[in-house]
């Protein structure tokens, strides 16, 4: 994985170590960088435009609200300026200054544009991941999807190209798009060791080339290699994602539980599964912190051993949320993160800003 690519399209801004300015008016937990303005620049995302203004980026949404200017963060493109100002009851408000604007009001018809809006993230090494096949419940239920039955040709593995006859595609359309699965890692919630069902390891993808009792399909992508009695799942429908990092608004406690990539120590860009996910109100784009536990020092005065409060280590993003568990990605870490390591709810101490 391009780990340093992941660095630099993600945080491309480099959000400076700037002394923080703690403005008047605003909430005492909202903490200002000394930037007052920023000129979009082609590349940039908001979380990184976010950075220049806020010591956390992940509390733009707090302040959104009260924004009289910009009506919808997803509608920012490069050329545009903003600009940090503090209204007549002296809270600070965030204006646009657009070529497309009249004043300092948006406009929201724009001419015709060959630049795209400033998207939330660079999806980076993430957008693989969005339309993965996620989670499924048990074995049972994986021994029940349409998978991959003969070959004209039986070979030891297949390669793109190579034409194969399935079982349970029997209404599935010309030119419908299956994932090829393997059944992953059981996952588990670290307190209870309850079984919160199995990853799916994506493997590849077909098409449907004739539909059928046997439906022909033809393998159009191979990750891993792929044999006859692989499982099939439809491929979900994604987009380039437009959510804005933030904090959850319920407080958050759980583990790193697996982890997609086969990797023992996990850095910037790598993806990770945590057993927290909606049913605890996690939503897309929740920033959390890593924090690990469980060292032991000696008491001086009385010898005996000390447990040492745990230590942050990085933060990850929320961008993929299932019933139970949810996929992240760890947008900083001061040193390597594994399975097992707590997240949390981001607290009032500063989270270090991602380089």
């Given at each position: 994985?391009?780990?340093?690519?992941?660095?630099?399209?993600?945080?491309?801004?480099?959000?400076?170590?700037?002394?923080?300015?703690?403005?008047?008016?605003?909430?005492a937990?909202?903490?200002w960088?000394?930037?007052?303005?920023?000129?979009?620049?082609?590349?940039?995302?908001?979380?990184?435009?976010?950075?220049?203004f806020?010591v956390?980026?992940?509390q733009?949404?707090?302040?959104?609200?009260?924004?009289?200017?910009?009506?919808?963060?997803?509608?920012?493109?490069?050329g545009?300026?903003?600009?940090?100002?503090?209204?007549?009851n002296?809270?600070?408000?965030?204006?646009?200054?657009?070529?497309?604007?009249?004043?300092?009001?948006?406009?929201?018809?724009?001419?015709?544009?060959?630049?795209?809006?400033?998207?939330?993230?660079?999806?980076?090494?993430?957008?693989?991941?969005?339309?993965?096949?996620?989670?499924?419940?048990?074995?049972?239920?994986?021994?029940?999807?349409?998978?991959?039955?003969?070959?004209?040709?039986?070979?030891?593995?297949?390669?793109?190209?190579n034409?194969?006859?399935?079982?349970?595609?029997?209404?599935?359309?010309v030119?419908?798009?299956?994932?090829?699965?393997?059944?992953?890692?059981?996952?588990?919630?670290?307190?209870?060791?309850?079984?919160?069902?199995?990853?799916?390891?994506?493997?590849?993808?077909?098409?449907?080339?004739?539909?059928?009792?046997?439906?022909?399909?033809?393998?159009?992508?191979?990750?891993?290699?792929?044999?006859?009695g692989?499982?099939?799942?439809p491929?979900?429908?994604?987009?380039?994602?437009?959510?804005?990092?933030?904090?959850?608004?319920?407080?958050?406690?759980g583990?790193?539980?697996?982890q997609?990539?086969?990797?023992?120590?996990?850095?910037?860009?790598?993806?990770?599964?945590?057993?927290?996910g909606?049913?605890?109100?996690?939503?897309?784009?929740?920033?959390?912190?890593?924090?690990?536990?469980?060292?032991?020092?000696?008491?001086?005065?009385?010898?005996?051993?000390?447990?040492?409060?745990?230590?942050?280590?990085?933060?990850?993003?929320?961008?993929?949320?299932?019933?139970?568990?949810?996929?992240?990605?760890?947008?900083?870490?001061?040193?390597?993160?594994?399975?097992?390591?707590?997240?949390?709810?981001?607290?009032?101490?500063d989270?270090?800003?991602?380089?």
């Amino acid at each position: 994985m391009h780990k340093h690519q992941w660095r630099n399209l993600v945080f491309s801004l480099g959000l400076s170590a700037l002394t923080p300015v703690i403005a008047q008016a605003a909430p005492a937990a909202i903490q200002w960088r000394t930037q007052q303005t920023y000129t979009v620049k082609p590349g940039d995302t908001l979380w990184g435009i976010a950075g220049h203004f806020l010591v956390h980026p992940w509390q733009w949404p707090q302040i959104w609200h009260k924004n009289p200017y910009i009506k919808n963060p997803n509608l920012i493109y490069p050329g545009d300026r903003i600009v940090l100002r503090y209204g007549a009851n002296g809270e600070p408000e965030l204006s646009l200054e657009s070529p497309f604007s009249s004043g300092s009001h948006f406009v929201e018809l724009r001419p015709e544009m060959s630049t795209e809006p400033v998207p939330t993230i660079s999806t980076g090494e993430v957008m693989p991941f969005l339309g993965s096949p996620g989670v499924i419940d048990s074995k049972k239920d994986f021994a029940q999807l349409p998978y991959l039955a003969a070959a004209a040709k039986q070979r030891p593995t297949y390669v793109t190209g190579n034409t194969l006859y399935t079982v349970g595609l029997d209404k599935a359309p010309v030119g419908s798009r299956f994932h090829v699965v393997a059944l992953g890692p059981e996952l588990f919630q670290a307190k209870t060791h309850r079984s919160l069902g199995y990853a799916l390891e994506d493997l590849g993808e077909v098409t449907v080339r004739q539909s059928g009792h046997h439906a022909t399909v033809q393998l159009t992508k191979i990750r891993r290699e792929i044999d006859l009695g692989e499982r099939l799942v439809p491929v979900a429908k994604t987009a380039i994602p437009h959510y804005f990092p933030s904090a959850p608004q319920q407080a958050v406690e759980g583990h790193i539980i697996g982890q997609l990539e086969g990797n023992p120590a996990l850095t910037v860009g790598q993806v990770v599964i945590i057993d927290q996910g909606s049913a605890n109100d996690l939503k897309l784009g929740n920033i959390l912190q890593i924090q690990r536990g469980g060292a032991v020092a000696r008491n001086a005065v009385t010898g005996k051993p000390f447990a040492l409060p745990a230590q942050t280590i990085g933060n990850l993003m929320v961008f993929r949320v299932f019933p139970e568990v949810s996929y992240g990605v760890i947008t900083t870490a001061k040193r390597s993160i594994t399975v097992g390591d707590e997240i949390h709810s981001p607290g009032q101490a500063d989270v270090p800003a991602p380089q």
